[in-house]
């Protein structure tokens, strides 16, 4: 346990990480990829260059500080962590780096304001989280490898079949080379990737779009610009070739129940959604489906949405929303999320339950607008690797 002193001390150190956090977790990622290289493949350098990732850890910073007395409270941010973790296989050895890279620089931005005793409560506190992840990270791991079709670390796939879903989106199918059963995963849960891309190691993780089977895994990637491993599967990737796949994880799942299920998601943010339809569907429940697209084009998976709204057409009610369209294209509105739209297309049920999963701003909204339309926050469920002010 951790002293009361340390506690004390790390939670005097809230407001310095509310005025200044993001510049201390940036001087950190700056400090431990230069001088530790071998962690570079486990971050995604696109996210260190837009500020997505030294947000996102200055964010969990504050938040264990402030939680620091109570760890219960941080709900399901661990859970997060470990699954990240798992996802892209972050190992016992790895937490020396990090929080000697941490205390760094906490002392570099801090300067004189760094005293001995900030930097012993906080190298106590760094340790006792640090120790409480591994403990999890490894239960996880356990239970993985001993699963029927489970594995410990990367397991080599072959890439077998490339699916064009939309002018931006595709599938890439795998099956494991040594030919053996695969892991089962839960609808909405994702999978680690690990390739070489000009040489250099590289570290991803993908929702899986398809329901669990004993053959293969789907992933369906968005290209884009600036992705470094996108752009690798997109333009390089072909089938026959191989690459090492971690077994699946996350925490974005169909929660029990037998009320209505709201699936809302825009953009590539559909992925993770289609299993947990096709599971809600398989389950008796009523789905109300809402994908919002900016236009036909970039438009995936329609062929697939038409077979379940064929296969359960008294149960899914299927809205699309295009920002641009042509009068051919049918959508059902126009635009973005807006309040009136849910109001209108969503259940007056006191036990739906809402998924949603999108870019940043659009879950922004969602989560707003859901909450004022009556779906409370322990009713709504979402995957989001960002610092969580950025949904409040």
């Known amino acids: 346990m951790l002293s009361a002193t340390t506690r004390d001390i790390v939670t005097q150190t809230v407001p310095v990480l509310e005025a200044g956090g993001e510049a201390l977790t940036r001087h950190f990622y700056n400090y431990m ?182 053959h293969y895994y789907r992933i369906s990637v968005k290209r884009e610009a600036e992705g470094a491993v996108s752009r690798y599967l997109h333009d390089q990737l072909s089938p026959g070739q191989t690459i090492n796949l971690f077994p699946p994880t996350g925490e974005l799942v169909l929660q029990p129940g037998t009320g209505p299920v709201a699936l809302l998601s825009a953009g590539v943010g559909i992925t993770p959604t289609l299993p947990i339809l096709q599971q809600a569907l398989s389950a008796g429940r009523e789905v109300v489906f809402i994908h919002y697209a900016r236009h036909r084009g970039v438009e995936a998976f329609r062929d697939e949405l038409d077979q379940l709204q064929s296969k359960y057409p008294a149960q899914l009610q299927r809205y699309r929303v295009l920002e641009q369209h042509e009068e051919e294209d049918q959508a059902d509105d126009t635009g973005r999320i807006y309040m009136e739209q849910l109001q209108r297309w969503l259940p007056d049920h006191e036990g739906l339950q809402a998924y949603f999963i999108g870019p940043a701003p659009f879950m922004k909204v969602a989560r707003q607008l859901l909450k004022e339309t009556g779906v409370s926050e322990d009713r709504q469920f979402y995957e989001f690797f960002g610092p969580a002010q950025a949904l409040n």
Do not use: M
Not at 52 to 68: F, W
Not at 111 to 136: C, M, P, R, V
């Open 33 to 214: 990829l230069s001088h530790y290289p071998e962690v570079r493949p486990l971050f995604n350098q696109a996210n260190q260059a837009s500020g997505t990732q030294p947000r996102a850890l200055a964010s969990a910073i504050l938040n264990y500080a402030k939680h620091i007395n109570r760890l219960e409270a941080l709900g399901p941010l661990v859970g997060q962590i470990v699954s990240k973790h798992v996802s892209l296989q972050i190992l016992p050895e790895h937490y020396p780096i990090v929080g000697t890279c941490l205390l760094q620089a906490i002392r570099d931005v801090l300067g004189e304001a760094a005293t001995d005793d900030i930097i012993n409560a906080w190298a106590e506190a760094y340790q006792f989280l640090a120790d409480l992840l591994i403990g999890a990270e490894e239960k996880v791991y356990a239970d993985n490898a001993s699963a029927d079709g489970g594995w410990r670390g990367a397991r080599a796939f072959r890439l077998v079949r490339k699916q064009v879903e939309s002018d931006e989106i595709t599938s890439f199918y795998f099956e494991p080379v040594d030919g053996n059963p695969i892991l089962a995963h839960q609808p909405g849960q994702y999978i680690g990737l690990q390739v070489w891309v000009d040489g250099s190691e590289q570290r991803r993780n993908y929702s899986l779009s398809a329901a669990s089977n004993s």
